[in-house]
């Protein structure tokens, strides 16, 4: 079955259709289960969404077109887990900057999200 993409009447792609870059909750070292799971993300190559709190209560997104930087940590403890911090500034007025931690494989991640801020530009003036 070919994928559905959802566009709006002018024709523009839905950030639901675009590349999905990482979907998942923040998980713990000791893969501790559910309880650990209070943030969801969903990135894709057009938006960052972020739901959070007991129940996803609030819910962020962010164009990937208004990120501006990239930035990447990792403690030695993130390290020997496997996991880093990545902080994202943003023109959004709503959230100026972005914290993502507690991902599996952040380094590769990390250069996902680089690249979709490098194209979202160019991707935001075709559409």
């Given at each position: ?8 009447p ?15 909750g923040?998980s713990?070292c000791?893969d501790?289960g ?16 972020v739901?959070?709190?007991v ?5 962020e ?13 990792q ?7 496997g996991?880093?911090t990545?902080?994202l ?16 494989n952040?380094?590769?991640?990390y ?5 979709a801020?490098?194209n979202?530009?160019?991707m935001?003036m075709?559409?």
């Open positions: 079955m070919p994928d559905a993409q959802a566009t709006n002018k024709g523009i792609t839905s950030a639901r259709s675009a590349p999905v870059l990482y979907e998942g923040v713990c000791g501790c559910d309880f650990c799971h209070q943030t969801h993300y969903r990135i894709t190559t057009q938006s960052i969404e739901s959070s709190g129940c996803c209560k609030s819910v997104h962010i164009e990937m077109w208004r990120v501006k930087d990239v930035g990447y940590s403690t030695c403890f993130d390290a020997c887990c996991y880093g990545i902080v500034d943003t023109n959004d007025t709503s959230v100026s900057q972005l914290t993502i931690r507690g991902v599996k952040s380094r590769e991640l250069a996902k999200l680089r690249d801020m490098i979202a530009p160019r935001r075709e559409n």
